[in-house]
């Protein structure tokens, strides 16, 4: 996966600028096919993406990062969107399972901030790096929208992250166009929604938000949002 020079990052957020999301998706597919891969966490938007990738580019992969710590209302979604969407779909998983993983570092997720990196980095930030490996990604695309934390409110719509190339076809889309393509295509919502939840990840570091409209606060008892992925430091050298 080589880096894109500065000029050829502004030549194709331009060229993606002022088209639509299925048409960002095929234009990707069009440019760079087998090289071309998607994510997806189940969560509460991700019918969004998988309905447009069904329609615009069916033959990407897509990813799913199974740390062993959903929710169970995400597996039996997942079901159903794979079932409504049949996309080639690609689960990877920790090297370490949840069980042998807390009997030697006990729960990291409540060890503070490098325990939180180190649980990141493990149960997502590894089968990640693999999953793009293992399947020479050279564009990598998520359901990432700058609406959804303060941590994404500068990003382009295609960037490079590391040694990756990153494109986000849905970026500018605020909650309300979410909402809308949801009601007005009939999609199905992720059973927690309707608890009160605004965003998901594993079931020990999601939380319903403090106060409305407050999404920081819902992940990692609110000291970040983000747990790695979508970040453009930290050290990837680790144990398991």
Known sequence: MGALTKNNLVDLNLS????????????????????????TSFGLQSAVMLKLLHENAPKVPVIFIDTGYLFKETYSYAKQLMEQYPLDYRAYFPEISPEQQELKHGKLWEQGEIGSQKYALINKIEPMNRALSELNAQVWMSGLRREQSSTRA???????????????????????????????????????????????????????????????STRFGGNKYECGLHLDSGNQDFQI
């Open 154 to 216: 500068t990003r382009s719509i295609i960037e490079q992250q590391r040694t990756t190339i990153k494109a986000y076809p849905i970026l500018d889309w605020s909650d309300a166009q979410v909402d809308a393509f949801y009601a007005i295509n009939g999609l199905i919502e992720h059973p927690l929604k309707a608890e009160g939840y605004v965003t998901m990840g594993d079931w020990h570091s999601t939380a319903k938000p403090k106060k409305e409209g407050d999404k920081e």
């Open 16 to 39: 993606l600028q002022n088209i639509n999301a299925g048409e960002r998706i095929a234009r990707l597919y069009d440019v760079y096919g087998e090289g071309l891969v998607a994510s």
